[in-house]
């Protein structure tokens, strides 16, 4: 089992920016952010092939805004968020899946076995 820890959100104005943190306490294949506003479906954000080729994958909502990184060292998944907009704001989840299992894409949900708590952003 897997737990994962984020940090780093909070309230910013529209047009500015925000990094997010994860902290994955054992192996992790691929990571994930994924978001879920008030009354709405979760959603993909961004991905990172951790456990391989390091190939990062982007919600088409947060291309060119977004910018995801994996530090192997501190196994901790970071989300640079730039150019902020209100269409942003939403609980912000972090995932992962080890090695084994169902695969359906970096960006879908159900690939993905455990999830963090989540961390608040806010964009007003």
């Known amino acids: 089992h897997v737990q994962l820890v984020e940090s780093g959100g909070g309230s910013v104005q529209a047009g500015g920016s925000l990094r997010l943190s994860c902290a994955a306490s054992?192996?992790?294949?691929?990571m994930g952010w994924f978001r879920q506003a008030p009354e709405k479906e979760r959603e993909p954000v961004a991905a990172?092939?951790?456990?391989?080729?390091?190939?990062?994958h982007y919600a088409d909502s947060v291309k060119g805004r977004f910018t995801a990184s994996h530090d192997n060292g501190k196994n901790t998944l970071t989300l640079q968020m730039n150019s902020l907009n209100p269409e942003d704001t939403a609980m912000y989840y972090c995932?992962?899946?080890?090695?084994?299992?169902?695969?359906?894409?970096?960006?879908?949900?159900?690939?993905?076995?455990?999830w963090g708590q989540g961390t608040q952003v806010t964009v007003s």
């Open positions: 990172i092939a951790t456990g391989g080729t390091g190939r990062s």
């Open positions: 995932a992962t899946r080890p090695s084994s299992g169902s695969w359906f894409g970096p960006l879908q949900l159900k690939s993905y076995n455990y």
């Open positions: 054992g192996y992790t294949h691929c």
